[in-house]
């Protein structure tokens, strides 16, 4: 008998796992197959490919973002959850009691043994509740990964850019100190043979120191933004990193109200609030059906060993001669199944709560996507705003650089005086710093368009299908 329970017992193990292997076979989920692995290689402290281009950039935090890999390393454990939900609930409890008992009969022993197995069942559809509830969480998994993804790359392409207009700038004022200085040889030039006094050449000197110290902050503030771009691309950059990439005053080419659809579509934000509305429903379902009452059957042998020996019937006046011995065994199988009371009235406060998460989640969702309309509409207001002004000083950046250098030559030759030429020059570097002003407030509200919408602004303008 006992063999017999051992077998039944190894036969449901077997099924056990067998079920767990096929639910693990067919409970792909919709998103990144494995996101472990397809971050790519972990490759912290490696060495940054020079220059920098922004899809280096990108490769590096999908490689390496620990904020990604958290979010890869959760949606695993999602994705293992609801592969093992669908398994049945083998969960068997064994039994096994024995008891000695006095004499019968005279000296006569007893020996009693019970042997038994008991099974939960899931009854009312438990078990794909179970599963819809584990696969729901899972695809939410799927949606913060992919929501944590586009995050991470938004700011990467808004620090490259802001890092590379910081380059950009540094090299603007690299080139007005180079003109400068040739100023300042020109005018000491001019001290040495007394064409002019001391204190008249001091001014060109002066006018340098004024552009070095720009120099000086632009260069202090392109190191910042390089630490910025490493926080974002979850790398420190080594200072000697030169970024590669074009500034190009891009306009929006859509209207306000397809952008803010765009956005509402497509954004991460609104993907994960769906996905945990469908989640919170699965949770309301399986509330409803963990209210119904949990069926246990129970197997069980029961098993009496009776002896006699020929003292048990002496002075029996039925028994003629007397026995010498006997002995009997019974086996009595038993079936029963057993529920819980009351019947009707379980988890009546979880189906409360999850209804209410269901309307909780409705109104983040209805409320997500006012914050974006409102969102988006601000930053696409911006932009165009920016985008104008940006546009007016690169239409006269050209002609002012030429300038300069005209003004420098006349000034080297003789053919001004010092008071023309720093007066003229003022008012061409005063609009050049005038566009690099403009620039910055062109990339930072380029940045939160890129932002507000989820995408970059090339797939904006071609409606995200790009």
Same mark, same amino acid.
């Given at each position: 008998m006992?063999?017999?329970m051992?077998?039944?017992?190894?036969?449901?193990?077997?099924?056990?796992?067998l079920?767990?292997?096929?639910?693990q076979?067919s409970?792909?989920?919709?998103?990144?197959?494995?996101?472990?692995?397809?971050?790519?290689p972990?490759?912290?402290?490696?060495?940054?490919?020079?220059?920098?281009?922004?899809?280096?950039?990108?490769?590096?935090?999908?490689g390496?973002?620990? #904020?990604?890999r958290?979010?890869a390393?959760n949606?695993t454990?999602l994705?293992?959850?609801?592969?093992?939900?669908r398994v049945p609930?083998?969960?068997?409890?064994?039994?096994? *009691?024995? %008891?000695?008992?006095?004499?019968?009969?005279?000296?006569?022993?007893e020996?009693t043994l019970?042997?038994?197995v008991?099974q939960?069942l899931e009854?009312?559809?438990?078990?794909?509740?179970r *599963?819809a509830l584990?696969?729901a969480?899972?695809?939410t998994?799927? /949606?913060?990964?992919r929501l944590?993804?586009?995050?991470?790359?938004?700011?990467v392409?808004?620090?490259?850019?802001?890092?590379?207009f910081?380059?950009?700038?540094l090299?603007t004022?690299n080139?007005l100190?180079?003109?400068?200085?040739?100023?300042?040889? %020109?005018t000491r030039?001019r001290?040495?043979?007394?064409?002019?006094?001391?204190?008249t050449?001091?001014?060109?000197?002066?006018?340098?120191?004024?552009?070095e110290?720009?120099?000086?902050?632009?260069r202090?503030?392109?190191?910042q933004a390089?630490?910025?771009?490493g926080?974002?691309?979850?790398?420190?950059?080594?200072d000697?990193t030169r970024?590669n990439?074009?500034l190009? /005053?891009?306009?929006?080419g859509?209207? #306000?109200?397809?952008v803010v659809a765009l956005a509402?579509?497509?954004?991460?934000?609104?993907?994960? +609030?769906r996905?945990?509305i469908a989640?919170?429903?699965?949770?309301?379902? +399986?509330?409803?059906r963990e209210?119904?009452?949990?069926?246990t059957?129970?197997?069980?042998?029961?098993?009496?060993?009776?002896?006699?020996?020929n003292?048990d019937f002496t002075?029996?006046p039925?028994?003629?001669?007397?026995i010498?011995?006997?002995?009997?065994t019974d086996d009595?199988w038993?079936?029963?199944?057993?529920?819980?009371?009351?019947l009707?009235q379980?988890?009546q406060?979880?189906?409360?709560?999850?209804?209410?998460e269901i309307?909780?989640s409705?109104?983040?969702?209805d409320?997500?996507?006012?914050?974006?309309?409102l969102e988006v509409?601000g930053?696409?207001?911006?932009?165009q705003? /920016?985008?104008?002004?940006?546009r007016?000083y690169?239409?006269?950046?050209?002609r002012?650089r030429q300038?300069?250098?005209l003004i420098?030559?006349a000034y080297a030759?003789?053919?001004?005086?010092?008071?023309?030429?720093l007066t003229?020059?003022g008012r +061409?570097?005063?609009?050049l710093?005038?566009q690099?002003?403009?620039a910055?407030?062109?990339?930072?509200a380029r940045g939160e368009?890129?932002?507000?919408?989820?995408?970059?602004?090339?797939?904006i303008?071609?409606?995200?299908?790009?």
């Amino acid at each position: 008998m006992v063999s017999w329970m051992t077998r039944w017992l190894a036969a449901t193990a077997c099924v056990a796992l067998l079920t767990t292997l096929v639910a693990q076979h067919s409970t792909a989920e919709p998103g990144p197959a494995d996101p472990v692995r397809s971050l790519g290689p972990v490759t912290v402290g490696a060495e940054i490919p020079q220059p920098l281009t922004l899809s280096d950039a990108l490769a590096i935090a999908r490689g390496v973002h620990p #904020e990604l890999r958290v979010a890869a390393a959760n949606l695993t454990a999602l994705r293992a959850d609801s592969a093992f939900a669908r398994v049945p609930g083998f969960n068997p409890v064994a039994e096994f *009691q024995s %008891a000695r008992g006095g004499p019968s009969i005279g000296s006569g022993s007893e020996v009693t043994l019970d042997l038994g197995v008991s099974q939960q069942l899931e009854l009312w559809g438990k078990r794909g509740a179970r *599963q819809a509830l584990a696969t729901a969480r899972s695809r939410t998994g799927a /949606a913060e990964w992919r929501l944590k993804l586009q995050d991470i790359e938004s700011d990467v392409r808004a620090r490259f850019a802001r890092a590379l207009f910081m380059q950009e700038r540094l090299a603007t004022l690299n080139e007005l100190a180079g003109l400068d200085r040739r100023v300042v040889a %020109a005018t000491r030039a001019r001290v040495r043979d007394g064409s002019m006094t001391p204190l008249t050449g001091r001014l060109t000197e002066l006018d340098l120191l004024r552009v070095e110290a720009q120099e000086h902050r632009a260069r202090a503030d392109l190191r910042q933004a390089q630490v910025a771009l490493g926080l974002s691309v979850g790398e420190p950059l080594p200072d000697s990193t030169r970024l590669n990439g074009t500034l190009a /005053a891009d306009s929006l080419g859509q209207p #306000e109200e397809s952008v803010v659809a765009l956005a509402i579509g497509g954004r991460g934000t609104g993907e994960v +609030l769906r996905r945990r509305i469908a989640e919170r429903q699965a949770e309301l379902q +399986l509330a409803e059906r963990e209210a119904r009452p949990d069926l246990t059957l129970g197997l069980g042998l029961t098993r009496e060993h009776r002896s006699f020996s020929n003292g048990d019937f002496t002075g029996d006046p039925a028994i003629v001669g007397g026995i010498a011995g006997a002995r009997t065994t019974d086996d009595l199988w038993t079936t029963r199944i057993s529920a819980p009371l009351p019947l009707w009235q379980h988890n009546q406060a979880g189906r409360a709560r999850a209804a209410a998460e269901i309307v909780r989640s409705e109104a983040d969702l209805d409320r997500d996507r006012l914050h974006t309309q409102l969102e988006v509409l601000g930053a696409v207001r911006r932009f165009q705003d /920016a985008t104008v002004l940006y546009r007016m000083y690169l239409d006269r950046s050209t002609r002012v650089r030429q300038d300069l250098v005209l003004i420098r030559d006349a000034y080297a030759d003789g053919r001004i005086s010092l008071d023309s030429y720093l007066t003229q020059k003022g008012r +061409l570097v005063d609009t050049l710093l005038g566009q690099l002003e403009a620039a910055g407030a062109y990339w930072d509200a380029r940045g939160e368009l890129e932002s507000a919408v989820g995408l970059d602004l090339g797939r904006i303008n071609a409606g995200g299908t790009r």
